[in-house]
């Protein structure tokens, strides 16, 4: 049985490489890191700036507000993403034109 104990790990450190690789990287160095999931505190105050903003120009029906607190709540959901850097880009590299 100690093979399946093994082959195992050995999954579960290649799940990790390629979940989150640079904690995988820091981890294997000896040099503690966080994982990507717990995010700075600075997005969070980010998303609740957006909201405030967001909920100030609903309130005063002022579209300028509206559409600030719209745009800081979109980067900082983009920031929050926790898998935004394994995603394949949005649109793929145009082709050349046929000949």
Same mark, same amino acid.
């Given at each position: 049985m100690p093979g399946s104990d093994d082959h195992r790990l050995t999954e579960i450190e290649h799940h990790l490489h390629r979940d989150?690789?640079? +904690? /995988?990287? /820091?981890?294997d160095a000896g040099l503690p890191r966080r994982p990507r999931e717990y995010? %700075? $505190?600075? *997005? &969070?105050?980010?998303? @609740? *700036?957006a909201l405030a903003v967001l909920g100030?120009?609903? +309130?005063? @029906? !002022?579209?300028?507000?509206? @559409?600030t607190g719209l745009v800081l709540a979109g980067v900082a959901a983009e920031?929050?993403? %926790? !898998?935004?850097? =394994?995603?394949?880009?949005? !649109? %793929? $590299? %145009?082709? =050349? &034109? $046929?000949?």
């Open positions: 989150d690789p640079r +904690f /995988a990287e /820091a981890l995010h %700075p $505190p600075r *997005v &969070w105050l980010l998303l @609740a *700036v100030t120009g609903l +309130f005063l @029906a !002022h579209g300028l507000l509206i @559409a920031l929050l993403d %926790p !898998h935004r850097r =394994s995603r394949p880009p949005r !649109h %793929p $590299p %145009p082709r =050349s &034109w $046929p000949r």
